[in-house]
C-alpha cells in the first residue's frame, strides 16, 4: 500500500532535505565511527491544534586517553499551524529532525552523544462522531565502522507518537520504531503500534566485515472516529544516540537513555511555547 502521495512525497525530497551523512570524513578513516539520523514530518492534520510548542536537546561525552574522540549531537523541531507553500495553500506541519555522531582512534577513549527533538500539539478538538487524522512520513539513518576487534560501537534511533485524551490524561493510541545496529553489525528493529496506525516501512542494509548501514523509510498514517467531542493531544517525539568505546567495557555501558514515557509525560504537562 503506497500511503504517501506522489506529490506529497516530491514535495518533501524537494523543498526539505533531510539530514545527510558524514560528507565530511575521509572514506580512509581508519577508527570507530557511530553515527544515526532521523527525520520526520507530520501532515495532513484532519483538525488544527489549540496551541503548539517543540523540545529539543543534546547530550555529549568525549574522554580520551592514549586516543581522540569526537562526539557531536544536534537536534531541530519545528510546528507551524499555518504553513504555506503559497498565500492560499496553509496547512499545519510539523516536523522534527536529530542526529548524533561519535569517532574515536586510538587504544582508549570514550564517545557519547544523543539528540532528542519534539513537536506537540494542544488541544485539537474534535467533535461528536469527528475524525480525527494525520499522515507521517520518517527517513532514518544508522551508520557504524570498526577497525579493531576490541571496538564497541552502538548507533540507535527511536520515533514515536503518543494521543493523549486531555480531560482524562489517558494514552488513546500510539507507536513507536526502534532501530538500533551493535558492535557486531547485527541490526534490531522494533515498531509497535496501536490499531489507529497504518504503516509502510522500507528498510535497505549494508553489512560488510567492518562496516553496516541501515536506511529506513517510513510512511503511515493515522486515522480514528471519535463518538463523543473531546480534546486530543498528539505529541512526535524521536532520539538519535550514538556510542563508541576502545577498551571493550568489562561492565554494560549503555547509551545515554531517557525514560521515554517520563520525557513525553513531562512534555505534555509543558507549557504552550507558541501559538
Known amino acids: ?14 523543498a526539505t532535505p533531510v539530514v545527510t551523512l558524514l560528507s565530511s570524513i575521509s572514506p580512509g578513516f581508519a577508527g570507530t565511527l557511530a553515527n544515526a539520523e532521523a527525520e520526520t514530518f507530520i501532515y ?10 517543540t523540545f529539543t536537546d543534546t547530550q555529549t561525552l568525549a574522554v580520551a586517553g592514549k586516543g581522540t574522540v569526537l562526539a557531536e549531537a544536534n537536534a531541530n523541531a519545528y510546528f507551524d499551524v499555518n504553513f504555506c507553500l503559497k498565500p492560499d495553500n496553509c496547512f499545519p ?31 485539537f478538538k474534535i467533535a461528536e462522531n469527528q475524525e480525527f487524522a494525520f499522515d507521517f512520513y520518517s527517513v532514518l539513518n544508522l551508520e557504524t565502522q570498526k577497525s579493531l576487534q576490541q571496538e564497541s560501537i552502538q548507533a540507535a534511533n527511536y520515533i514515536a507518537f503518543y494521543l493523549f485524551e486531555d480531560s ?50 517510513l510512511s503511515g498514517l493515522y486515522s480514528r472516529q471519535f463518538s463523543q467531542g473531546q480534546n486530543l493531544t498528539l505529541i512526535t517525539y524521536q ?29 505534555k504537562k509543558r507549557p504552550s511555547l507558541s501559538d
Open 93 to 123: 506541519l510539523a516536523n522534527n529532525s536529530s542526529q548524533a555522531i561519535t569517532l574515536g582512534e586510538g587504544k582508549e577513549y570514550l564517545g557519547l552523544a544523543q539528540s532528542q527533538a519534539a513537536a506537540i500539539g494542544y488541544q
Open 168 to 217: 482524562s490524561n489517558n494514552l488513546l493510541d500510539f507507536f513507536s520504531l526502534n532501530s538500533s545496529i551493535n558492535s557486531a553489525n547485527k541490526h534490531n528493529l522494533s515498531i509497535q503500534n496501536s490499531q489507529g496506525f497504518q504503516l509502510s516501512p522500507l528498510t535497505t542494509t549494508n553489512h560488510e566485515e567492518n562496516q553496516a548501514s541501515v536506511n529506513i523509510l
Open 1 to 14: 500500500m503506497n500511503i504517501l502521495p506522489k506529490s506529497t512525497l516530491k514535495f518533501l525530497i524537494v
Open 239 to 267: 532520539t538519535s544516540s550514538t556510542k563508541v568505546k576502545v577498551p571493550e567495557p568489562s561492565t554494560a555501558l549503555s547509551l545515554l537513555i531517557f525514560g521515554v514515557l517520563g520525557t513525553v509525560l513531562g512534555l
Open 44 to 53: 495532513n492534520f484532519s483538525q488544527v491544534p489549540t496551541s503548539i510548542s
